[in-house]
């Protein structure tokens, strides 16, 4: 794994949209792992102001995301397409037929899991992977558990997710309970993946997920065993980890 800490926020935000400009320059037609939550939306700022200086081009890019909460219609200002579309999507080039986020209207779960894994199979997989990092470890919506869930599934959230993203809501009880995910199996085939961590309150998640044993009560050490990661961060967040 490699790590690249940044002095602050902004800057790993920029770190981060470099990696993945990267990615989309060297291959037009990728398939960009993308994730919601407060701390990619630096990254995805940044790469729309290069977009709007005419340096990167996203009509050819497919992109597929983590997840979506299930219940919420795209039009739902807190649904993940319409994260999304507002941080990014309506202000870049790619075509949003292009863009797949799991159907959280869909109510058979079995039905909504199958089609999101048939759309990442018919993709060829994810040549980069962005992720953030739930404070209780999760990465998509794989929460803490007993295995590591391998293909798309729904997941009943934890309390501690609750509360985290509760935020973002107009009341806790308004935060959907169940969300659609994308499994371990399909994060850990992406080709690279990039981790963006942000802020004091990652610092010791950070450290028990890239520096403590692998197991399915911290998802997001499953990463140790990927050839291809970057952690990047902030100074904050990365302050206590091991460089
Ligand atoms: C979002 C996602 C989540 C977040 C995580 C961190 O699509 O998959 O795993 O990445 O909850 O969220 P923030 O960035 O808000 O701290």
């Known amino acids: 794994m490699r790590v690249y800490c940044a002095s602050d926020y902004y800057h790993a935000s920029r770190a981060a949209a470099n990696i993945i400009s990267a990615q989309v320059i060297m291959k037009p037609d990728c398939v960009l792992g993308l994730a919601t939550g407060s701390t990619p939306i630096g990254a995805y700022e940044q790469l729309i102001r290069w977009y709007e200086k005419g340096d990167l081009d996203f009509s050819r890019v497919h992109s597929i995301n983590l997840d979506e909460y299930r219940g919420l219609s795209p039009e739902n200002d807190q649904s993940y397409r319409y994260f ?3 941080h990014l999507f309506d202000s870049i080039n ?3 037929k292009n863009t797949f986020v799991p159907n ?3 109510e058979d779960k079995e039905k909504a899991c199958r089609d999101y894994d048939e759309i990442i199979r018919a993709h060829g997989g994810i040549d980069l992977q962005i992720l953030g990092l739930g404070q209780n470890g999760h990465i998509g919506f794989n929460e803490p558990g007993g295995v590591f ?3 798309t599934h729904c997941v009943q959230l934890t309390e501690s997710t609750i509360s985290a ?3 973002f809501f107009a009341s806790i009880d308004e935060v959907p309970k169940e969300a659609y995910t994308m499994g371990i199996k399909s994060i850990m085939q992406a080709k690279k993946i990039v981790v ?3 802020g004091e309150g990652k610092r010791e998640i950070v450290k028990r997920a890239f520096t403590g044993p692998i197991t399915p009560q911290v998802p997001a050490s499953v990463l140790q ?3 291809d990661v970057i952690l990047v961060g902030d100074e904050a967040a990365l302050e206590d980890f091991p460089r």
Request: charged share 25%; proline share 0%; hydrophobic share 40%.
């Open 104 to 106: 959280g209207m869909e």
């Open 84 to 86: 999304m579309n507002t």
């Open 94 to 96: 790619i075509d949003k």
């Open 165 to 167: 993203n509760a935020r």
């Open 225 to 227: 065993l990927h050839s």
């Open 149 to 151: 869930a391998k293909g």
């Open 196 to 198: 963006i961590v942000s």
